[in-house]
């Protein structure tokens, strides 16, 4: 069929005496398209009148686009099964053509930014080397919309605390803050809504007012609107994390801050530019960091267990011995635990980055080698008995020697009869049972309430007649 442009050829050439023959010879085309052409008289391209094979199977078509979960492979099999004589060209081609399960392409945006207006950060999972064992990490990245600056790091999660730890990092690391930090609708930050209606979470609103930026999003399913920070973690993968192996987070981390530097200063083709140049003039308009940033910290409450430990996240961190049985308050930062019991009391360990049901345990915590520690206040209920009833003292060593139960449970219930029976019947029934080695307490509850019986709950005899 000839184009629009070979049909207005012909009519000019035409116009100008060029024999039809000649206008066939110098256009590649035959005369019979020629005569065509000139007896429309027109330029325009005529449209194609020709019934469309697929149209006869229109509506088992789209009966068949739902059945089969929009697989046209299938389709094709199922109508070609059922007698009809299409081929699977002849099939996409109908579909494509009215709109059956086809989207029409959409135009990409393009986004300018001004220096110090924006920065983006994302997170993706990838997978790295750590300590000779393979296993996925978290790669949190940041991007300066202006300037391509890069900064990344690797975390075991990434969680609210991870989050700001990290942002913190990246706005140190860039000496400066933006006015607005783009996110993909995370539920780190975000409380509700999406797009233009997302609320972040206080907590993180707060963070953001502290470095003077605000949280927005873009809207679900638009990843252009955040291409900047999208397009560095393939490079991270190819190029960062390929061949590379890490001995430690620490490590990882350390040669990522490196290899940032490195990118960061190496001329870029999409943007015909080196990242620090741009950085120079960006720099000028990032609004300047507190004079001090708290460190990013989070905190909880924990009771010291019997072996002298604080658990935190599946890790055990050692505190002295006398702390045992005692609530502390554990704050976690990026790289310190540090476990307080008061204003005076203080431990700090050195935080393990992931939970891997580690002890760590500092030598000052524990006795010297062949040195047993005393146990601090083993039986508190011991020393209620002997300062209500000091006459006890040898029944209660008695009863720690050859008590059948518990010896806690045997003391809090010997308490109970100390502080709910009389003191002259409970006085009598253990002085006779400790006569006779008695050390059930059963039994010796049964001897107290007989002697209380007897002794102030004696009813006056009805007086006799003298008759």
């Known amino acids: 069929m000839l184009s629009q442009s070979q049909r207005t050829t012909i009519l000019e050439l035409h116009t100008q005496g060029v024999a039809k023959r000649e206008i066939a010879r110098v256009l590649g085309i035959s005369r019979v398209a020629v005569r065509q052409v000139l007896r429309s008289n027109s330029t325009a391209v005529?449209?194609?009148?020709?019934?469309?094979?697929?149209?006869?199977?229109?509506q088992q078509i789209l009966e068949l686009f739902d059945q089969c979960r929009g697989n046209l492979v299938r389709v094709h099999e199922e109508l070609v099964a059922g007698g009809a004589q299409l081929s699977y060209p002849a099939l996409t081609a109908f579909c494509r053509r009215h709109g059956i399960g086809y989207q029409p392409p959409v135009a990409a945006g393009r986004y300018d930014f001004a220096p110090g207006e924006e920065l983006q950060h994302d997170t993706s999972p990838h997978e790295v080397e750590l300590a000779g064992k393979k296993r996925k990490v978290q790669t949190a990245s940041a991007v300066l919309c202006y300037s391509r600056i890069l900064f990344f790091q690797c975390y075991p999660t990434f969680q609210r605390f991870d989050c700001k730890v990290f942002l913190t990092d990246?706005?140190?690391?860039?000496?400066?803050?933006?006015?607005?930090?783009?996110?993909?609708?995370?539920?780190?930050v975000v409380l509700r809504g999406s797009g233009r209606e997302m609320v972040p979470v206080p907590e993180m609103a707060a963070f953001g007012e502290r470095f003077g930026f605000q949280f927005v999003a873009h809207a679900i399913g638009n990843a252009n609107r955040s291409g900047r920070v999208e397009r560095p973690f393939s490079f991270i993968e190819g190029n960062f994390l390929a061949g590379r192996t890490f001995s430690s987070w620490d490590d990882l981390n350390q040669r990522a801050r490196e290899w940032c530097d490195k990118v960061n200063a190496t001329y870029k083709k999409h943007i015909r530019a080196v990242p620090r140049?741009?950085?120079?003039?960006?720099?000028?308009?990032?609004?300047?960091l507190p004079a001090w940033i708290p460190e990013v910290y989070r905190l909880h409450q924990r009771l010291v267990d019997i072996e002298g430990y604080v658990v935190l996240h599946s890790n055990r961190y050692?505190?002295?011995?006398?702390?045992?049985?005692?609530?502390?308050?554990?704050?976690?930062?990026?790289?310190?635990?540090?476990?307080?019991?008061?204003?005076?009391?203080?431990?700090?360990?050195?935080?393990?980055?992931?939970?891997?049901?580690?002890?760590?345990?500092?030598?000052?915590?524990?006795?010297?080698?062949?040195?047993?520690?005393?146990?601090?206040d083993p039986h508190p209920e011991e020393n209620a008995i002997l300062t209500a009833a000091p006459e006890l003292t040898e029944y209660v060593a008695g009863l720690k020697q050859r008590s059948r139960k518990v010896i806690t449970l045997a003391l809090r219930q010997l308490l109970r009869f100390v502080r709910e029976y009389p003191r002259e019947p409970l006085l009598g029934a253990v002085q006779e049972a400790s006569r006779y080695g008695l050390y059930d307490l059963d039994r010796l509850e049964r001897m107290i309430l007989r002697r209380v019986t007897h002794e102030y709950f004696l009813l006056d005899r009805e007086p006799q007649d003298d008759d």
């Open 46 to 58: 005529p449209e194609l009148q020709r019934p469309e094979k697929a149209e006869t199977y229109r």
């Open 170 to 188: 990246a706005l140190r690391y860039m000496g400066g803050a933006t006015a607005r930090v783009m996110i993909d609708n995370t539920h780190v």
């Open 318 to 376: 050692s505190v002295p011995l006398d702390w045992i049985g005692r609530r502390v308050e554990v704050r976690e930062t990026k790289d310190k635990i540090e476990i307080q019991l008061d204003a005076r009391h203080l431990v700090t360990h050195r935080r393990i980055a992931e939970a891997e049901h580690q002890r760590v345990m500092l030598t000052e915590h524990r006795p010297s080698r062949g040195q047993r520690a005393p146990r601090p």
């Open 277 to 288: 140049e741009l950085f120079v003039v960006e720099r000028l308009h990032l609004k300047p």
